[in-house]
T-cell receptor, first 110, second 112 residues
Framework: IAGITQAPTSQILAAGRRMTLRCTQDMRHNAMYWYRQDLGLGLRLIHYSNTAGTTGKGEVPDGYSVSRANTDDFPLTLASAVPSQTSVYFC?????????FGPGTRLTVL | GDSVTQMEGPVTLSEEAFLTINCTYTATGYPSLFWYVQYPGEGLQLLLKATKADDKGSNKGFEATYRKETTSFHLEKGSVQVSDSAVYFCALFSTGGFKTIFGAGTRLFVKA
């Protein structure tokens, strides 16, 4: 089934460690996004990419970085994790006006 | 800037009750409007959409009508089921900025 895969499904991480969340899509969508969801409700945009080779900052980019070397992959890196980055992270892509979401990564930073 | 406001939850209903979740928006131009649903432990998925004024989106018994005069896109279902328990997000896509703006989400609990 075509869609977005994210890895890992969940992770417990010590503060100060580096972590990369992986996101891969097989729909060949140009635009991709990373969101975090706290307390099971509102989404906040971390970073986005309108096409391979370009990235941009969302509303909460501090402490995170992304790269977009090709159309399919859009990894999110936490350079030095802090407890406030404990959240559920969703990767998404966009075709036209509609977004498609991955299943999420639940990250706990201790 | 563009924004979406939806009713706060949680909303708790008994099975077969009527559901309304209110959503209003502020946008320049003519955005597309959406309802996304998030079931427990999953990512968001598209529930329905409408792309122009007076369009009605529908899916799985849910409906919403694009009302430009009231800048609203309220979600309705005539008879909810326990399986409808989820978080519902109203959203707009701004063609000017190529951005999707999400509401804060409304959690729905349906009791048997």
């Amino acid at each position: 089934i075509a869609g977005i895969t994210q890895a890992p499904t969940s992770q417990i991480l010590a503060a100060g460690r580096r972590m990369t969340l992986r996101c891969t899509q097989d729909m060949r969508h140009n635009a991709m996004y990373w969101y975090r969801q706290d307390l099971g409700l509102g989404l906040r945009l971390i970073h986005y990419s309108n096409t391979a080779g370009t990235t941009g900052k969302g509303e909460v980019p501090d402490g995170y970085s992304v790269s977009r070397a090709n159309t399919d992959d859009f990894p999110l890196t936490l350079a030095s994790a802090v407890p406030s980055q404990t959240s559920v992270y969703f990767c998404a892509s966009r075709q036209g006006d509609t977004q498609y979401f991955g299943p999420g990564t639940r990250l706990t930073v201790l | 800037g563009d924004s979406v406001t939806q009713m706060e939850g949680p909303v708790t209903l008994s099975e077969e009750a009527f559901l309304t979740i209110n959503c209003t928006y502020t946008a320049t131009g003519y955005p597309s409007l959406f309802w996304y649903v998030q079931y427990p432990g999953e990512g968001l998925q598209l529930l329905l959409k409408a792309t122009k004024a007076d369009d009605k989106g529908s899916n799985k018994g849910f409906e919403a009508t694009y009302r430009k005069e009231t800048t609203s896109f309220h979600l309705e279902k005539g008879s909810v089921q326990v399986s409808d328990s989820a978080v519902y997000f109203c959203a707009l896509f701004s063609t000017g900025g190529f951005k999707t703006i999400f509401g804060a989400g409304t959690r729905l609990f349906v009791k048997a």
